[in-house]
């Protein structure tokens, strides 16, 4: 086991590659692996249904199909990507389908708007923005697990105050809760609810009790 090490740093020292999650959702080492060449040994699951049209791709559906397929992948030698697949794992070719797998038809649209959904997502991408805003809205990512990610307000204010540092121009550094919300959302009740929880410190993130 070689512990953390860049894939790029083995390229010669490996040709097969195992894989056995079934939770991981972005595959992203499986990707690098037949990338570079290798042999990769995966199960049958949906978050691999990509890898499957490759042929070093070894997918398995139970104990014995894995071990057949790591004993011919150790007696065999990979089959060089053609420049069809090593388009597969550019930039371009995912950019291109994440546009197929998002391209909403024109029958679609009347459906969704049949059905009301348009507006119901429309009033779900309000929300999440005006939540996500200022210093609350770092907050409420750490309430929710955002970790050191989190920190988006708070990464882009240091950002545009050190700007205004070089630059010699004077700044509050204060927090003002009042500018944190939209003038539309800004007046609701539950806008309120939330600045003077937390301006009172009535609530500390981390010290959940439920």
């Given at each position: ?7 790029a740093a083995l390229k010669d020292k490996y040709k097969v590659f195992l894989n056995p999650s079934v939770s991981e959702v972005l595959c ?80 679609d649209e009347r459906h969704r708007k049949q059905l009301g959904t348009s507006k119901v997502d429309e009033r779900i991408a309000w929300f ?17 697990g955002g970790g050191p990610a989190a920190d988006q307000f708070k990464y882009e204010n240091a950002k545009i105050l050190m700007a205004m ?46």
């Amino acid at each position: 086991m070689h512990g953390k090490v860049d894939h790029a740093a083995l390229k010669d020292k490996y040709k097969v590659f195992l894989n056995p999650s079934v939770s991981e959702v972005l595959c992203t080492t499986t990707a690098e692996a037949l990338a570079m060449g290798k042999f990769v040994i995966i199960p049958y699951h949906p978050s691999n249904q990509f890898f499957m049209q490759f042929p070093n791709c070894l997918a398995y559906r139970n104990e014995f199909e894995f071990a057949a397929n790591l004993r011919w992948a150790l007696a065999h030698e990979p089959e060089p990507l053609s420049l069809e697949q090593q388009y597969m794992f550019t930039w371009e070719a995912a950019t291109e389908r994440l546009i197929g797998a998002s391209a909403v038809t024109i029958g679609d649209e009347r459906h969704r708007k049949q059905l009301g959904t348009s507006k119901v997502d429309e009033r779900i991408a309000w929300f999440h923005h005006e939540m996500g805003k200022g210093a609350m809205g770092d907050t409420l990512r750490k309430i929710l697990g955002g970790g050191p990610a989190a920190d988006q307000f708070k990464y882009e204010n240091a950002k545009i105050l050190m700007a205004m540092d070089r630059e010699h121009i004077p700044h509050n550094n204060s927090e003002n809760y009042g500018e944190l919300f939209s003038k539309k959302f800004n007046g609701s009740v539950l806008a309120e609810a939330i600045k003077v929880t937390f301006a009172n410190g009535a609530f500390v993130p981390g010290n959940l009790e439920l």
